[in-house]
């Protein structure tokens, strides 16, 4: 490989005429590029190209194998395994490919692969629709349908990569195609589920849900003493089993007060009326804050927004929970979460979010329809730990392991390979960091996506997600 600046310079030539940009760490907007959601993923690439076609891809995908140099594929930059950043190559910046269209006759939403969620969510409230997409809507379109997605229509309608008809993937060789249940349906399972090892797609397209009326929705905050009435509540949501209805609740201790305070989040896809009924026993609870109410779908997946900015260092983490759960148990867990939280500086805006989402209709989709793998009986925990210090990388990290570890107890999910494949791994991947592996995240799913990776891309060049080994298929006579 030539001297940075030579080897980039080949790139804008051969990127000449189109209107992709190349930065390096001379060029205006270079720094402003590197930005993720979690300062600890800021990495300096030696260039960033923003590109704007399937083409433009082509021939960065040509001009890195050339000169052997790694890449990685920023799409909305909120994963914090560090995925979508890279110290020693080149960023793939979907950023200026944020593009919706929306046919309401044939009830389809295609969506660029770098699009973020209020691009989709707001192109298709213009027509009434709506699809399963992420709770806040600066987060990415690209990484979450890849590895799975949960919103708050995933109770009626399941996940994601669910109303997933199709993706056009600009595969490691260069070459664009379309995957879907008749095109490539080899690589289509592959996608759901695993699809940031498969290369670059360029779009989406998802069924389209009618949703012609507002939700409603919003934040109640509690003392931290009615923690035990809240579990009580979430367990009685979840012997309810409304599929039009979702709960997230849990600890955090928000500005402006810093104290702890137990948040829930509320949303009903029906009349206020039954909306107030459904939820009735959390008003009965006194809670110190009331943010709920009438709302257009589209702003559902912002109210969280404000709690889920781009300062600092942050990790996501993930288990499994099962519902009834005792509130004894959850009063430990939320002990042992403040003690570390309150005695390390700058952390009082981490979370812990116990997301009850009904998953009914996710596991009338088998785990071996495609590689997706976490559809079981028990509902996913999402931990964000914020801090600033940088000595505390590993001490979050540690922490943050242990305390899913006990959380995800209650879930029991089966340790044995054979049944985890078949009910579900307990690990949502979007959630999890580098500290897993391709076999806890896609259980028994995980051998024939070695062996797609073999075809699709044997030589590893999309090798920042999930580590998966591209493996030759045996064929046994
Ligand atoms: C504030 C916040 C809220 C969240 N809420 C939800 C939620 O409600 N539901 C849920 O399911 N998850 C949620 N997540 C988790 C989220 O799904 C992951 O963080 C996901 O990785 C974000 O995707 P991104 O495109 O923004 O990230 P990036 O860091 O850009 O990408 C993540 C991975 O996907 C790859 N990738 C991205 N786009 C493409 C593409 N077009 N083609 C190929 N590879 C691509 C990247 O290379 C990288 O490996 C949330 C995360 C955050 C930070």
Partial sequence: MGSAPDVYAQLRSDLKGTEAEVLTPDSEGY?????????????????????T?????????????????PIVVKGGGHSTSGSSSISDGLVIDLSKMRNVTVDPAAKTITAQGGTIWADVDNAAAEHGL?????TVNHTGVGGLTLGGGYGYLTGAHGLTIDNLLSVSIVLASGTQVTASPTSNSDLFWAVRGAGQN?????????????????????PL???????????????????????DAALMWGFSCPPPANAPVVLTMLFYNGPEDAARAFFADLWDLGPVADMSGVVPYATVNSLLNANAGFDGRKQFGGGAFKLPMSPAFVEALFGEW????????????????FETIPYGKVREVANESCSF???????????????????????????????????????????????????????????????????????SNTKRLEELKHKYDPD??????TRLVPRPLVVVN
Wanted: glycine share 8%.
């Fill in 31 to 51: 720094r402003e590029s590197l930005q993720r959601w979690s300062e600890h993923c800021v990495k300096e690439a030696q260039a960033v190209v923003k590109v």
């Fill in 53 to 69: 076609s399937a083409s433009d891809i082509t021939k960065t995908l040509h001009f890195v194998k050339t000169n052997k140099i």
């Fill in 130 to 134: 709506a699809t399963v997409g992420g």
């Fill in 198 to 218: 498969f290369g670059v797609v360029t779009s989406f397209t998802f069924r389209a849900i009618p949703q012609p009326h507002p939700v409603f929705a919003g």
């Fill in 221 to 243: 905050i509690f003392l931290p003493d009615k923690l035990p009435q809240v579990v009580t509540f979430a367990n009685k949501f979840h012997e309810q089993n409304n599929e």
């Fill in 338 to 353: 403040l003690q570390f939280v309150s005695g390390h500086e700058g952390m009082n805006e981490s979370l812990m979010l």
């Fill in 373 to 443: 793998s976490n559809r079981g009986d028990y509902y996913n925990i999402g931990t964000v730990f914020k801090w600033f210090d940088p000595e505390l990388d590993e001490v979050v990290r540690e922490f943050s392991r242990g305390l899913l570890r006990k959380a995800s107890q209650s879930a029991g999910v089966e340790q044995d390979e054979e049944i985890r494949g078949k009910e579900g791994v307990g690990v949502y991947g979007n959630y999890s960091n580098n500290d897993v592996s391709a076999q806890d995240v896609y259980g």
């Fill in 460 to 465: 590893n060049l999309f090798d920042r997600g």
